[in-house]
C-alpha cells in the first residue's frame, strides 16, 4: 500500500502531469472568464435591438444573412453610445460586490447592493438606473420577492453567471441552495428559483469541460419531470421564444448555442432575432463564454468586457 501511494504521488509530481494539470486549469480559468465576459458582451451587443423585432427569422437554425447587426454599437432606445450596458450587467456587478463582501450569497447584502443600483444609480454606465423589470421593481420598491406564477421573467438569470464562478469548486448542493437564494431576492416563484439552479448547474458542467450536449441531457434526466414548465429548456424549439419568461430565455439560450460553431455565431443570432434582446444575449453570451472560453472572443468585444470587469473588484478576481 505504501509503495502504491509513493508510486501515484510519484506521477503527480512527474513534469508531464504537471503540465497537464496546469493546463487545466488554465482551461478552468479561461472559461469561467469567458463566462462572465460572455454575459456582459451579450448584453451590451443586445442593448441596440432591445424590444425591437429583429432582422432574422427565430426559425431553428437561425441564418446569418442579410442585413444584421455584427458589432456592439450601442444606441437603441435609450441612445448610448458603445460599450454602454443594461440592467442586466448592472445587477451582475452588484452581485459579484456583494459575493466579494460576503464570501457567499447573501439575500440582506445582496439586496442592498440592489438598492444602491435602483436608488442612486450605482454600477450603471451613465448614474441612472434603466430596464427595471416589472418583478424586480416591485421586490426592490416593496422589500418581497413576487411568487405568483405571472412573476417569472429572466430578471435573475441575467446576473447569475457570477454565482457558478464563486461556487465552481464547491459540491452541486452548495451552488443550488446559493442560486435559488440568490433569485429568491427578486423572482420568489419556484418556476423562476429552477430554471435558475439549472442554468447555474448548466454553466458549471460547460466550465468542468462537458460537451454542451452531454450537460444539457444530463441535466434533463434530474430536473425535466420536476414539474412541467421546466420541460420545455430541454426541448428543441422550432421557433425560439425571445419574451421575458425565465424558461424561455434558457431554452433559447441553449439551443442558440447547439446549433452554432462559435462564441459570436451564438451572439450575433441572439440579438438579431429581437425581443427581449439585452436579456437573451446575456443569457446567451454567458453559456457561449463557458463553453468556448475567453480565448474565443472577438478582440474587439472582449476589450469592451475588460473595461467593465476591470472598474469592480467584484468581477476583477475573475480576470
Given amino acids: ?144 420577492a413576487p411568487s405568483d406564477r405571472e412573476s417569472n421573467g429572466n430578471g435573475a438569470l441575467m446576473r447569475s453567471s457570477v454565482i457558478t464562478a464563486w461556487y465552481i469548486s464547491s459540491a452541486d448542493k452548495n451552488l443550488i441552495d446559493a442560486s435559488g437564494l440568490s433569485c429568491s431576492v427578486t423572482h420568489a416563484h419556484p418556476i423562476a428559483k429552477f430554471t435558475n439552479v439549472v442554468y447555474n448547474l448548466l454553466l458549471k458542467k460547460l466550465i468542468s469541460g462537458f460537451e454542451p450536449e452531454q450537460a444539457v441531457m444530463s441535466l434533463r434526466d434530474e430536473y425535466e419531470g420536476l414539474m412541467d414548465d421546466l420541460r420545455d429548456i430541454f426541448l428543441e424549439p422550432e421557433v425560439y421564444q425571445t419574451t421575458p419568461y425565465c424558461v424561455t430565455t434558457l431554452e433559447t439560450a441553449i439551443w442558440l448555442n447547439m446549433e452554432s460553431a462559435s462564441f459570436e455565431e451564438a451572439l450575433l443570432k441572439a440579438v438579431n432575432i429581437g425581443g427581449d434582446t439585452d436579456t437573451v444575449g446575456a443569457v446567451t453570451g454567458a453559456v457561449a463564454g463557458a463553453i468556448y472560453g475567453c480565448a474565443a472572443i472577438p478582440a474587439d468585444w472582449m476589450r469592451y468586457a475588460e473595461n467593465v470587469m476591470k472598474r469592480y473588484a467584484g468581477l476583477k478576481i475573475f480576470l
Fill in 1 to 144: 500500500m505504501e509503495e502504491n501511494f509513493e508510486n501515484v504521488s510519484d506521477c503527480l509530481h512527474s513534469p508531464r502531469v504537471q503540465h497537464v494539470l496546469t493546463e487545466t486549469e488554465e482551461n478552468f480559468k479561461d472559461r469561467i472568464k469567458g463566462m462572465i465576459a460572455g454575459n456582459i458582451i451579450g448584453d451590451m451587443l443586445g442593448l441596440t435591438q432591445m424590444s425591437g423585432e429583429g432582422t432574422l427569422t427565430p426559425v431553428r437554425p437561425v441564418q446569418l444573412k442579410g442585413k444584421y447587426q455584427k458589432d456592439i454599437t450601442g444606441g437603441g432606445i435609450y441612445g448610448l453610445p458603445a460599450g454602454s450596458w443594461t440592467d442586466d450587467t448592472s445587477m451582475l456587478i452588484a452581485l459579484a460586490e456583494s459575493l466579494l463582501e460576503k464570501g457567499c450569497v447573501n439575500p440582506e447584502n445582496e439586496r442592498r447592493h440592489y438598492m444602491k443600483w435602483f436608488i442612486e444609480g450605482a454600477y450603471t454606465p451613465s448614474g441612472e438606473a434603466f430596464d427595471i423589470g416589472r418583478t424586480t421593481r416591485e421586490a426592490l420598491t416593496t422589500g418581497t
